[in-house]
């Protein structure tokens, strides 16, 4: 598929000037999530010492309590990664935080339309860890969308990434938190995705400055395809197939467009 923004290297003067702050996408930091959490470390304590009170524990029963949830707390950490503790808090953003489930949404929506656009099939998505349990069978995935990355994946193997399969990959990682940005003007989720593409580009020997040119091509082409983008997430909430999603695309672009 033809690329139609131009691909280079731009700086952050040059971002900057086309509305593009990419300290607001490149760090993210997940408040909903964070705030689930630390209220859920609150309300263990607050009901510790109610259990104290109520059941008039003594020291060496708090002791033994204490213990048994480290021994769960380091079983988690060790044997699922933490899998079970994020699965808890995801499950309870998706749950009690509309705002939480929606950007879900919208973030895997960029993802899925970005990939299409530069030539890479969807093949599966999730909204959800326990969607993605219930799915692949494991602890340790999140939202997420899968695509038919073979020539990637045989290209990183063999240490040759070329410039097209680079830019391509690097749009698709940028999608997510590149549409966080355009709707809500910062980025709270896709620290993930940042982690992989930054552990690929330097591995690569690419500097940050690779990353941030991309920004803008990942916002440009979003902004272009706003109305599909929309239409994705749409189906995504209803639980719609790759194929529905896909058709949606086809649909809404017109084929001289894409």
Excluded at 142 to 163: C, I, P, R, W
Excluded at 210 to 233: C, F, N, T
């Amino acid at each position: 598929m033809e690329e139609e923004v131009p691909q280079r290297l731009y700086s952050l003067d040059e971002l900057k000037l086309n509305g593009i702050d990419t300290s607001s996408l490149l760090s993210p930091v997940d408040g909903t999530l964070g705030s689930i959490e630390r209220n859920l470390q609150l309300a263990a304590v607050s009901g510790g010492v109610a259990a104290w009170n109520v059941f008039d524990f003594n020291p060496q029963q708090i002791f033994y309590l204490s213990l048994a949830l480290l021994f769960l707390w380091t079983l988690d950490s060790v044997s699922f990664n933490g899998g079970i503790g994020s699965l808890v808090i995801d499950t309870i953003g998706h749950t009690f935080s509309q705002k939480y489930h929606n950007r879900v949404i919208q973030h895997e929506a960029g993802h899925f339309l970005i990939a299409y656009l530069v030539g890479i099939l969807p093949k599966a998505y999730t909204l959800s860890s326990l969607e993605a349990l219930k799915k692949e069978g494991s602890l340790n995935l999140q939202a997420g969308t899968a695509f038919v990355d073979f020539e990637f994946l045989e290209e990183v193997n063999t240490g040759k990434v070329s410039a097209t399969t680079l830019n391509r990959f690097s749009c698709i990682a940028l999608a997510g938190v590149a549409t966080e940005y355009l709707l809500y003007g910062y980025a709270e989720g896709g620290l993930d995705d940042i982690n992989k593409l930054d552990v690929i580009l330097r591995g690569l020997g690419f500097t940050q400055k690779k990353a941030d040119s991309q920004v803008r091509w990942s916002v440009l082409l979003l902004r272009r395809h706003e109305g599909a983008r929309a239409k994705i997430a749409e189906a995504m909430t209803m639980g719609k197939s790759v194929g529905s999603c896909i058709e949606i695309i086809e649909d809404t672009i017109d084929e001289s467009d894409i």
